[in-house]
Each structure stands twice: as structure tokens, then as C-alpha cells.
């Protein structure tokens, strides 16, 4: 699926036809109304000839998706080769395929329940490597996150054209490169995950801005992949503030516009434009 906006590496397509599709019901006067309506298809992942898990998804970017939960999921170490990842668009199957065999009938019997939707499972050993990771001292400068909330927020998307999906997009200073959306936030998450591996990306100087909740699993996914700072439109839980302190992250949340919490990773925040800066700005050259 091509980028509309070429100024994105991906962009959404909300006018893609297999995203949504045209439901008729009536609004509250009794008047017939017909809307887009966000599909959800299955998708089952195999890791070489395991199945590992079935998701429920739009259907966009599957063998970015299957990648990504493979890698956030721990099931492809560092230094294991990916030697093809397949899709069948019929069977709504992807196989991702290594240089070595694997073996994960133990972890998928210790599944943990999270607070997610859609594919809303951990499994145990997720937090295996977060004793020792220790995230690099980036910094984040507030005329960024006010730059990229403007951007993201007025970008055509799915959740502007139909709602009920979350929005993910991994972002260089204040350019929003890669913008993922799904039905559940991890799902958006996992497809930025699977493009970076796809692409050798390197996550040190990237920061992941999410319309979902700041949890622990978030929090995680975050960290294994090398992004130090995180911020949502949404709130945060206690234990994603945790671990967030723990790993060196930047964590932010409640973000409107200009108005914002900083919850973990304060020293590493410049604060270079002032709440109303960017505002005022745009008033002075309307004006001139």
C-alpha cells in the first residue's frame, strides 16, 4: 500500500477499500445515515511451521504486524536471521521463516492477560532483558512534541474517517516518519516494529507518539525497541510509569496540543517553545 502524504515514509490511506466498508443506520431523529465502518479480519502468524498466535486486524501492513509481534514478543533473539516472512491474502496467513529452528511451545503456554484490545496477551518472559537495559539519554525538545502533535493530528487517517482505531507513528525530532493504525494499539505498535526491522532501523534518536493508553506492555515494547521516549493523547498506569523510570524513558502523556504530563524522563526534556509560542506565532504572521 502506497503513502499519499509523500512527506511520511507510510502514511494512512482511510479511502483504501478494504479498511472500512459502508454501513446504513439511522441517527437520533430517525434519519437514514450511512457510514464508514473500520473492518477486523484475522490474521494467524506462524513463526517457520508454528502457529503462534491469531490477531484481529484491519488487515494493512500483515507481514509488518507479524514481524513485529515476533520481535516484541522475544521470539526472534538478536543475531537470528528472518530468511522470508510469506503472506497468504486467501488463508489470511503469514509465515515468518529463520536461519534456525525454534522452539516456543513453553512460552505460549505462559500467556499473561493485559489490559490491551485486540491482541491483548504478554507472553511471561516478555520482561526477560529489562533488568539491563538502560535506555540512551535522548533528548526530547517540547517545540518537537508541539510540531508533531499539529502534524499528526491533522493527518487524513482511518480514526478521522471512521474512529474506533488506534493511531501509532514513529518520529525523528519533530518529522513524523511512519504512521500505523489498527484496531488494537499494540497491533499499530508491532507494524512499526516489523518496518523497523524490515528497514534496519535504529530507534536511539526516535520517538513513538501513540493514541493509547501508556501501560506496561506499551511501556515494554517500547523500550526492546531502542525508542527512549513515548507519548500519548491518553493517561498512563502506575506500572508503565515504572518501568518507564526503570529503562531511561521518556514518558508523556495527556497531550493536547500544548498541554502535556511528563512523568518519567524530566531531566531529559528541553523546554525550547512555550505553551501558546506556537500560536502566538501564527497570529503575528496571519497578521503581518
Not at 507519548?231 to 502535556?260: D, H, K, P, Y
Request: glycine share 10%; charged share 25%; hydrophobic share 35%.
Amino acid at each position: 500500500m502506497q503513502s499519499r502524504d509523500t512527506t511520511y515514509l507510510i502514511a494512512p490511506d482511510p479511502a483504501a477499500p478494504r479498511l472500512t466498508r459502508a454501513v446504513t443506520g439511522t441517527d437520533q431523529t430517525g434519519a437514514t445515515q450511512t457510514i464508514p465502518v473500520v473492518e477486523e479480519r484475522p490474521l494467524t502468524i506462524y513463526l517457520n511451521g508454528q502457529e503462534i498466535v491469531t490477531a484481529m486486524t484491519i488487515g494493512d501492513y500483515p507481514q509488518y504486524l507479524a514481524l513485529g509481534f515476533l520481535k516484541n514478543q522475544g521470539m526472534l533473539r538478536e543475531g537470528e536471521t528472518v530468511t522470508g516472512v510469506e503472506y497468504d491474502e486467501d488463508l489470511e496467513v503469514v509465515v515468518v521463516r529463520t536461519d534456525s529452528p525454534t522452539s516456543h511451545e513453553e512460552k505460549l503456554k505462559k500467556k499473561t492477560r493485559t489490559s490491551g484490545c485486540a491482541v491483548g496477551t504478554v507472553f511471561g518472559d516478555m520482561m526477560e532483558g529489562l533488568e539491563n537495559l538502560r535506555l540512551p539519554d535522548a533528548e526530547l525538545r517540547t517545540s518537537w512534541l508541539y510540531a508533531l502533535a499539529k502534524r499528526i493530528n491533522t493527518t487524513p487517517s482511518l480514526y478521522l474517517e471512521a474512529g474506533a482505531i488506534h493511531g501509532t507513528v514513529l518520529c525523528h525530532h519533530d518529522r513524523p516518519l511512519v504512521y500505523m493504525e489498527d484496531v488494537g494499539r499494540h497491533n499499530a505498535v508491532d507494524k512499526i516494529a516489523g518496518w523497523m526491522v524490515s528497514e534496519g532501523a535504529d530507534g536511539a534518536d526516535k520517538i513513538m507518539y501513540t493514541t493509547g493508553r501508556l501501560t506496561s506492555e506499551m511501556v515494554i515494547k517500547c523500550a526492546h525497541m531502542g525508542i527512549p521516549a513515548l507519548v500519548s493523547r491518553s493517561g498512563f498506569t502506575a506500572w508503565g510509569v515504572e518501568i518507564a523510570r526503570q529503562v531511561n524513558l521518556t514518558l508523556i502523556g495527556r497531550m493536547r496540543g500544548e498541554r502535556f504530563v511528563c512523568l518519567a524522563g524530566e531531566d531529559r526534556l528541553i523546554r525550547d517553545a512555550e505553551p501558546g509560542s506556537a500560536g502566538e506565532d501564527r497570529k503575528r504572521r496571519s497578521a503581518s
